[in-house]
């Protein structure tokens, strides 16, 4: 099982691959105070480690976060709403979960999970 510790190290990682691939990302961290663990993954937000010293010049909006799942250590990012489905959630039409969205990038990338129930946000309070 991936622990939070081998998450990090992943997402460093797979951060410092970009960096020298196409999305060119060498100034990237991950904010370790806001990890997230989930049943079945760890989410990861990032932005620019210049940013996260303070300098709001750097500030990356837009981006979703890093993803590790636990099953296979796959990182990916997490998928983001779409307009219809952003919609579809203030209207309280839709109740997927980030795990659901997780499962559904996973399968789309052929990557096996295990089935969990679906959590709820009092399963996972927000740390002080």
Known sequence: MINREIALYLAQEWFRKQSSEALHMPFAAVKESEIVETPFAWILPWN???????????????????????????????????????????????????????ANLAEKLGIKIP?????????????A
Do not use: F, N
């Open 48 to 102: 620019d480690r210049r940013y996260l010293a303070g300098d709001i010049r750097y500030c990356v909006s837009g981006h979703s976060p890093v993803v590790v799942l636990k099953s296979d250590a796959a990182v990916m990012y997490l998928p983001k709403l779409t307009p219809t489905e952003r919609a579809k959630w203030k209207s309280k039409e839709m109740h997927g979960s980030i795990e659901d969205r997780i």
């Open 115 to 127: 089935k969990q129930e679906p959590s709820t946000m009092e399963d996972h309070p927000a740390k």
